[in-house]
């Protein structure tokens, strides 16, 4: 199975700053990867698809970038709304696999 | 607009099982899949399995082949998750997603159910 490796797990950061979360895959997985976020007690939200895809409705400070093995979510300024659980997800061939989840915390 | 609406929480005893609705509605159910993620308190998100709502099609997790079931009521668009022998590490918070596409992300999400496995 692919294992997605997610670094950092805890990320302190202030509003305005610029983030950047890694997530690694164990083997290709071309551009088939997601980025959820996810806040205490909802469920999670579809932010980025194929890797540099942005859903829609999603602001444009998200965004996304890599291919084969190692891929970033970068948010441009962090907002107050941002302080969230951040998870990665491959997607290929009827098998799904999560990131371990980055939280963003405000420092 | 799409939903997902689960059933409630359910407590049940070690060796129990439990089974989970997932009512689909705004969209065509037979064209997309259905996935079952779980979440334990504190902890990530672990992917469960999948079912084609057009033909039935399955692919669990491996470490839950044998104990989950999944199935779908096209005539109600809905999807339902079956966990047998549960265990206290079974405890979660459950949830449905729309699969984007064959095997794509999930853009849809349900509500949760909170499953609670206790003597």
């Known amino acids: 199975d692919i294992q997605m490796t997610q670094s950092p797990s805890t990320l302190s950061a202030s509003v305005g700053d610029r983030v950047t979360i890694t997530c690694r895959a164990s083997q290709s997985i071309s551009s088939w990867l997601a980025w959820y976020q996810q806040k205490p007690g909802k469920a999670p939200k579809l932010l980025i698809y194929k890797a540099s895809s942005l859903e829609s409705g999603v602001p444009s400070r998200f965004s996304g970038s890599g291919s084969g093995t190692e891929f970033t979510l970068t948010i441009s300024s962090l907002q107050p709304d941002d302080f969230a659980t951040y998870y990665c997800?491959?997607?290929?061939?009827?098998?799904?696999?999560f990131g371990q989840g980055t939280k963003v915390e405000i420092k | 607009q799409v939903q997902l609406v689960q059933s409630g929480a359910e407590v049940k005893k070690p060796g129990a099982s439990v089974k989970v609705s997932c009512k689909a509605s705004?969209?065509?159910?037979?064209?997309?899949?259905i996935s079952w993620v779980r979440q334990a308190p504190g902890q990530g998100l672990e992917w469960m399995g999948w079912i084609s709502a057009y033909n039935g099609n399955t692919n669990y997790a491996q470490k839950l082949q044998g104990r989950v079931t999944m199935t779908t009521d096209t005539s109600t668009s809905t999807a339902y998750m079956e966990l047998r022998s549960l265990r206290s590490d079974d405890t979660a918070v459950y949830y449905c997603?729309?699969?984007?596409?064959?095997?794509?992300?999930?853009?849809?999400w349900g509500q949760g159910t909170l499953v609670t496995v206790s003597s």
């Open positions: 705004g969209y065509t159910f037979t064209s997309y899949g």
């Open positions: 997603a729309r699969v984007r596409g064959l095997t794509g992300p999930f853009d849809y």
């Open positions: 997800q491959q997607y290929n061939s009827y098998v799904w696999t």
